[in-house]
């Protein structure tokens, strides 16, 4: 059985098993507490695990792609979503 905390999941005896984290939460992360500049941090949550899971059509903003986007401020707040081109 796993705990809920405020940012985390843990066993019942305190050990850690989970974080709850956003995708914009660990892009801030990389970009603010390790020094990744934002494009990187954005190509490692977007264009890498597309690589991955062999997605060819997604991941990238390129002719042929979908155009799933997030608009975000300086503070990585969300401010809009398009999923194929259309607002969300």
């Known amino acids: 059985m796993h705990v809920r ?9 305190g ?5 709850l984290l956003t995708m914009m939460k660990a892009v801030r992360n990389c970009v603010e ?8 941090a ?3 949550a977007t ?3 597309a690589e ?4 060819t059509d ?3 903003i390129m002719p042929g792609y979908k155009a799933d986007l ?3 401020d300086k503070e990585y707040s969300v401010e809009q979503v398009y999923v194929d081109g259309v607002t969300a």
């Open 5 to 13: 905390q405020a940012d985390r999941f843990t066993l019942p005896d």
């Open 15 to 19: 050990t850690l098993s989970g974080l």
């Open 33 to 40: 507490r390790v020094g990744i500049p934002v494009e990187e």
């Open 42 to 44: 954005l190509r490692m």
């Open 47 to 49: 264009a890498y695990p």
């Open 52 to 55: 991955v899971m062999k997605i």
């Open 58 to 60: 997604r991941g990238r």
């Open 70 to 72: 997030v608009v975000f």
